[in-house]
């Protein structure tokens, strides 16, 4: 059973949406503005049932429990001059992901942090600034949401964001699969699973990202401080240890409907362990697995394709694609060297249900040899780690979820996820995991 349902989950529903309500009543007539107040709260109900776990590890997901995630988060944002944009985000988080947000490397819910726990606690998550500058020409409408001041920009741009935020404000996303609160519960649906992002526990860092468009045209770079440790709730300052990131995203027109391409990569910089390292010290000491002992100023690299497609006025479909550095232990992210996915995102429309939405995703993550002989040794990952692996095969999952909207303000999410192989061990599992989701906004 839920043992706690978060207070400041259901406060913060009714907040937002009575303060949708009002908005509502009196909608604004301009939509160009100096000073911006938006809100979210969401909670997150997700079980799992039985399934074959012959044993269990450290990090191993075990059957027959159901765990509670809320958050309630502010985006205030103020407009300090033409093209400058302040905003901060603080928030109230609380509650547990699947054993203790262990256990699968594509995991199941990524509104759930790897930091638990039982009451609410503050965060300030977002407080950055961003600056447009205009290179000239036609101007397009700029709808208000959270994190961005209604009013207009230039079409043809260049962006600058510094301070703290997430990688996936900038990078990686997609229109279909890249919110937790509204569309894909998954961590490998909603990001490339391969993408070692740069991230404390919480999922944000601190750094500078530079974004320029033209035309269809959009080319990214960003500069980003990694977590003090691996996996860490600390994060670096002054870049001692970095990530940098780079995108090149093309928009184009299919049969007259809009689609993506978008191209990745990244690079880490900081200490970290080869597996073999850290196994050959293991066996020449007679100890345990542990790759703290053999981290070393190193290089870990990557990339990443991301695509999305509108097939008809209310079908979508997306894809992604990605690998990286496989000897090196994953640093920030989750212990995935490879992925594939492939999904898509209807809307109600066609029966009489325009906002609602349902979706599909399939994913497969895979493990370098080296990661699957330290996995089999005993090592611990970022998430996965059973105490063994004798028999490893690649992470299957399968996602699907029906959103309903119950009016402008507040919809109530069914998701349903299969994953094979849970940790990439072929002796537990398969995983049918449940979740209701209640998400409110305005």
Request: glycine content about 14%; proline content about 4%; some cysteine.
């Amino acid at each position: 059973m839920i043992k706690i349902v978060s207070r400041a989950a259901l406060c913060g529903l009714f907040v937002v949406a009575r303060a949708a309500s009002a908005q509502e009543a009196s909608p604004a007539s301009d939509l160009s503005q100096d000073f911006a107040i938006h809100g979210q709260a969401t909670f997150v109900a997700q079980g799992v049932g039985g399934f074959a776990s012959p044993y269990i590890g450290d990090n191993s997901l075990t059957p027959h429990q159901l765990k509670e995630t809320a958050d309630v988060t502010a985006f205030i944002g103020a407009r300090a001059w033409a093209g400058g944009e302040l905003w901060v985000n603080p928030e109230i988080d609380q509650g547990f992901g699947l054993s203790n947000t262990l256990g699968v490397a594509g995991f199941p819910s990524a509104e759930a942090y790897k930091v638990g726990k039982s009451e609410p606690y503050f965060r300030l998550q977002r407080a950055f600034f961003r600056q447009t500058f205009g290179l000239g020409g036609a101007r397009e409408a700029v709808a208000p949401l959270a994190n961005q001041l209604g009013g207009s920009r230039p079409v043809d741009r260049i962006v600058l964001t510094i301070g703290k935020f997430g990688v996936g404000d900038v990078f990686d996303t997609n229109p279909y699969a890249h919110d937790p609160r509204g569309d894909f519960l998954n961590w490998s649906v909603v990001d490339t699973g391969s993408f070692d992002y740069a991230a404390d526990a919480w999922g944000y860092t601190t750094g500078v990202a530079g974004e320029v468009y033209r035309g269809d045209w959009i080319v990214r770079a960003g500069l980003f401080n990694l977590s003090t440790i691996p996996n860490g709730e600390r994060l670096e300052h002054g870049f001692g240890q970095y990530q940098v990131d780079a995108e090149v995203e093309h928009r184009h027109q299919v049969a007259g409907r809009p689609g993506s391409v978008r191209f990745g990569v990244f690079r880490n910089r900081g200490n970290f362990s080869r597996f073999d390292d850290a196994l050959a010290y293991a066996a020449a000491t007679g100890g345990a697995v542990d790759p703290s002992v053999t981290r070393r100023r190193m290089t870990r690299i990557g990339g990443y394709m991301n695509m999305d497609q509108a097939v008809t006025d209310t079908l979508g479909l997306f894809a992604r694609v990605g690998v990286s550095d496989g000897s090196i232990e994953p640093y920030d992210f989750t212990d995935i060297d490879r992925t594939a996915q492939l999904g898509g995102s209807l809307s109600g429309k066609g029966w009489g249900r325009a906002q609602d939405r349902v979706g599909l995703a399939l994913v497969a993550n895979g493990i370098s040899a080296a990661h699957r002989r330290y996995l089999a040794a005993g090592g611990l990952g970022v998430l996965v780690g059973d105490g063994t692996l004798p028999h490893a095969g690649a992470e299957e999952i399968v996602e699907a979820y029906y959103d309903v909207s119950l009016f402008r303000a507040l919809a109530v999410t069914l998701d349903a996820q299969y994953v094979e192989n849970p940790g990439y061990n072929r002796d537990r599992g398969p995983a049918e995991i449940f979740a209701l989701r209640v998400h409110g906004a305005f």
